[in-house]
């Protein structure tokens, strides 16, 4: 079976890269794509201890750069790969961008906005979980047990 470059995998495995970056530089290790007509048009990874700014999500700036790609805010034919749940405040920015489809792959108990509920986001919005999971987790893991 060949994995096609247009698949939610191999989108959420470029989200993984951006994780792995984030894990080199000391960040915790999650990672954002945004794709529009199978093509990546934004990349990032968690910033906030380099930028000392908690917004500095991965998911905040992929937002930012796919806007910017676009020229508009609003990301209505768009898909946001990333590789943990998004927290309150990411699934609050992706409600008023009007996402068009959410994909992540861990989910986070303590922050993810599914504690809060799928009202978060915006009502128009897909949202498929779980996809490349162990991947997610096995590198979560790994930067949380250098820390302790």
């Not at 959420?12 to 945004?34: N, R, S, T, W």
């Not at 986070?108 to 504690?115: I, L, Q, T, Y």
Request: overall charge negative.
């Amino acid at each position: 079976m060949a994995l096609s470059i247009f698949s939610d995998e191999h989108f959420m495995g470029e989200a993984l890269k951006q994780a792995q970056i984030a894990f080199e530089e000391d960040e915790v290790p999650v990672g954002a794509v945004i794709v529009a007509e199978n093509r990546i048009i934004a990349r990032a990874h968690n910033q906030t201890e380099r930028l000392n700014d908690v917004t500095a999500h991965a998911e905040m700036l992929a937002l930012t750069s796919a806007a910017n790609y676009l020229g508009g805010k609003y990301l209505h034919e768009c898909t946001m790969y990333v590789t943990l749940e998004p927290c309150v405040m990411c699934a609050g920015a992706q409600y008023w961008a009007q996402l068009g489809k959410l994909v992540f792959a861990a989910s986070d108990e303590k922050r993810g906005f599914s504690m809060v509920g799928k009202k978060l986001l915006h009502p128009r919005t897909e949202v498929v979980s779980g996809l490349l999971k162990s991947e997610s987790e096995a590198l979560l893991k790994q930067f949380f047990s250098k820390l302790r």
